[in-house]
């Protein structure tokens, strides 16, 4: 008998596999990003058919088979019903998954991952959460799953002069902050910048505190354009 493994997941996605099964990506708390096979999960009887689709929080049992991680069994924990009749929640959390997908492509335990993403959907979940703030969560993980994951943005010092900026400042997805005459990009305020560093240093209750305003700011500067 393989040794059984057991975590907290959130289902990112699955996909169908031969004739009955699926391969469910999860996001667990032990592991990091996996992938498991659910045998025979499609067909009509299947106990825990229901129970992997995104984003649904389980806590899941696997063994490791020869080829596959394989579900041998899941509680649900949470299914997010708040998430999931809101558009505007919904569509936000499908994001969360697609950064997940795109940044982290190997099984490796990160707790501070694992909470960002599990926080995240429980905040957003909460029925007194503005749907209109969805918007600003989706930048509140971006700009802190971007830090965990090696890619912190300097928001004191100029990227390619590593001079401190006092005016003008540029933003651009490429090389972060500058000044703009190191670099031309999207200018922006150091109005905004606060917002960043507070995104970084605070909890995710501060998202309540930024001002509607700033969400088209948010827009011009993260638009590929
Ligand atoms: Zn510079």
Known sequence: MSARHRTQAIVLKNTNFREQDKIISFYTKEFGRIEVLGK?????????????????????????????????????????????????KISIAYKLSFLLQHFIREPEKDEKVWFLLSNSLLFLNKED???????????????????????????????????????????????????????????????????????????????NEIDLKWKKSFKYLFDKK
């Open 40 to 88: 025979s999960i499609r067909k009509k009887k299947a106990k825990l058919r229901s129970f992997v689709q995104y984003p649904y929080f389980l806590e899941i049992d696997f063994i490791q088979g020869k080829n596959h991680k394989i579900l041998t069994d899941a509680v649900l924990l949470n299914d997010f019903s708040v998430v999931r009749k809101n558009l505007s």
């Open 129 to 207: 959460f503005s749907a209109k703030r969805s918007f600003f969560l989706y930048y509140y993980f971006l700009w802190n799953l971007l830090s965990f994951l090696g890619y912190r943005i300097n928001l004191d010092r100029c990227s390619l002069c590593q001079k401190k900026i006092s005016k003008n400042p540029s933003f651009s997805l490429e090389k972060g902050l500058t000044h703009f005459n190191c670099f031309e990009g999207k200018s922006i305020s150091f109005e905004l910048i606060d917002i960043f560093k507070k995104m970084e240093k605070n909890s995710l209750e501060i998202i």
